[in-house]
């Protein structure tokens, strides 16, 4: 008997992309494929950049069960937010 998959359900290929797409998004990594070369695979990462990609996939995980995530937290590669030495906000662009 084959166990059937809810609406919500996502691919294979398609939880290989929301992957890429966290990780690009909140951590800046380009790729999750393996490359072989310590300075590829291994990356320097904030902590609020973890934090951001974690609420990401659980908001996912969320709305895969058909749920709705309680606010967005979402960052954009586009407006990363980050304090200077002064500890005064400043916005960079990717």
Request: with cysteine; net charge positive; charged share 20%.
């Amino acid at each position: 008997m084959s166990k059937k998959m809810s609406p919500t359900a996502l691919s294979p290929d398609e939880i290989e992309l929301l992957f890429e797409s966290i990780a690009l998004d909140h951590l800046f990594i380009e790729t999750l494929q393996t490359r072989h070369r310590d300075s590829l695979d291994f990356h320097d990462v904030s902590v609020w950049g973890v934090k951001s990609a974690l609420q990401a996939a659980f908001d996912a995980g969320l709305r895969a069960a058909g749920g709705t995530p309680k606010q967005p937290v979402h960052r954009s590669r586009k407006t990363n937010k980050t304090l200077s030495a002064n500890c005064s906000t400043a916005t960079l662009q990717a």
